[in-house]
């Protein structure tokens, strides 16, 4: 097929043919796309011919992508990508008159604790900019930055797809949190000893810290685990139990009394808090700006390249 030929294929039908390779489900593509199953249906019936494949076939509730539809999907994702950032960066941006909607992941401590400030900025410099936050965490993530669910993602991040740029953005210091009144610092033993809290995404009763203390030979007992960091404040409020957070999210949860913040009595190692976005999309003027604001107030100022 040479460029001329190109006049006859219809754009909107290989963005429906990305999206049925990431979601393997009409359904859940007709959802994305904001379009009915029907259309959804016809257009795969013209990718069929277009490819002269039948590129999906059903294996029970998934649609199972056939080898043909792995060569295309591995040529077309960075064709698309290429197109995508040709027009993004030919469209200036002005925050003051923007009504661009942003779609970020963002996990459960940086919502909580981060997000407020950052909002603040977004509202004072593009007032009619749309704000839409998924819930992300580091299994997540990566899935939902390649199939462009959301264009960054602000969380403790590990593997990431090829076509993602990553930068460490924030450190973090693990701190103690406690709601009782007893005087002094706790020592290992005594933190050793007391009942904890955790925030597990999947419910696991162990984690990180877990980890460092059986290197010692010690261990603790958790006997709360919750899915997210807001409403740690009032759970632990009247209780012995002790938490363990990142350093921003102590902050927030400390702000409003009840609670106290101590260095850790067990030697934690410090992580980072990365931010990764869409390579596609890494000279969009827009995503551009929104990157650099959650680098600025989701930050400390210690991120680098």
Request: proline share 6%.
């Amino acid at each position: 097929m040479n460029r001329n030929d190109l006049r006859r294929v219809d754009l909107n039908l290989l963005i429906v043919f990305e999206t049925l390779m990431h979601e393997r489900s009409v359904t859940k593509t007709a959802e994305k796309l904001f379009l009915g199953q029907p259309a959804i249906s016809a257009a795969l019936v013209r990718l069929r011919t277009l490819f002269d494949d039948p590129l999906f076939v059903r294996t029970g509730r998934a649609m199972e992508p056939t080898p043909r539809a792995h060569e295309i999907f591995a040529l077309l994702t960075p064709a698309l990508d290429s197109i995508s950032t040709a027009i993004s960066t030919a469209q200036p941006f002005d925050p003051a008159t923007a009504a661009n909607v942003f779609r970020i992941g963002l996990s459960d401590d940086v919502e909580f604790a981060l997000l407020p400030a950052l909002l603040r900025r977004l509202r004072a410099e593009a007032p009619g900019v749309i704000l839409v936050v998924r819930r992300v965490n580091y299994i997540l993530a990566p899935g939902m930055l390649s199939s462009g669910e959301i264009s960054v993602a602000v969380s403790y991040l590990d593997e990431l797809p090829a076509n993602a740029k990553r930068k460490v953005v924030r450190r973090i210091t693990p701190k103690l949190l406690r709601a009782d009144t007893k005087p002094g610092r706790l020592t290992l033993d005594d933190y050793c000893a007391r009942p904890h809290a955790i925030v597990s995404y999947a419910g696991d009763l162990n984690g990180f810290v877990d980890n460092e203390l059986a290197k010692s030979g010690r261990s603790r007992k958790v006997v709360l685990a919750v899915p997210q960091f807001n409403g740690l404040g009032s759970l632990l409020a009247g209780t012995d139990i002790l938490t363990t957070v990142p350093d921003y999210t102590a902050d927030f949860l400390a702000a409003s009394g009840g609670l106290r913040i101590e260095d850790h009595p067990l030697d934690l190692p410090v992580g980072s808090l990365s931010m990764a976005w869409r390579a596609a999309q890494d000279e969009d003027p827009a995503e551009k700006w929104l990157r650099s604001r959650i680098a600025m107030f989701v930050g400390d100022g210690a991120g680098q390249a």
